[in-house]
């Protein structure tokens, strides 16, 4: 099996910074593409930034130059440092994860899901 989970989400002010982890455990052999997504209230879940493997990133046009996507492969963690955050950043952040696990089978996991509520 295998879990995410993340951590680091707040309460926070507009104009301030955050910075969201997730790690990734269990029965794993490989992590290839790891992301964010948010979910505000009453929307649909959104991509917020990926990562390959290698360290390509990509960003949804509402954060580039506010967020920054990074991970670290020894120790299979994904972050995300928020900055510049505003009101309609609010939203639960859900780390999402392509593992490959030890019995060679690959499939998309993601985390329970953390909390950012920036207020005005």
């Known amino acids: 099996q295998v879990q995410l989970v993340e951590f680091g989400g707040g309460l926070v002010q507009a104009g301030g910074s955050l910075r969201l982890s997730c790690a990734a455990s269990?029965?794993?052999?490989?992590?290839?593409?790891m992301g964010w997504y948010r979910q505000a209230p009453g929307k649909q879940r959104e991509l917020v930034a990926t990562?390959?493997?290698?360290?390509?990133?990509s960003y949804t046009d509402s954060v580039k130059g506010r967020f920054a996507i990074s991970r670290d492969n020894a120790k299979r963690m994904v972050y995300l440092q928020m900055s510049s955050l505003k009101p309609e950043d609010t939203a639960v952040y859900y780390c999402?994860?392509?593992?490959?696990?030890?019995?060679?089978?690959?499939?998309?996991?993601w985390g329970q899901g953390t909390q950012v509520t920036v207020s005005s």
């Open positions: 999402n994860a392509d593992v490959r696990s030890i019995w060679s089978r690959s499939g998309v996991y």
């Open positions: 269990g029965s794993i052999d490989r992590v290839n593409d």
């Open positions: 990562i390959t493997s290698g360290g390509s990133q």
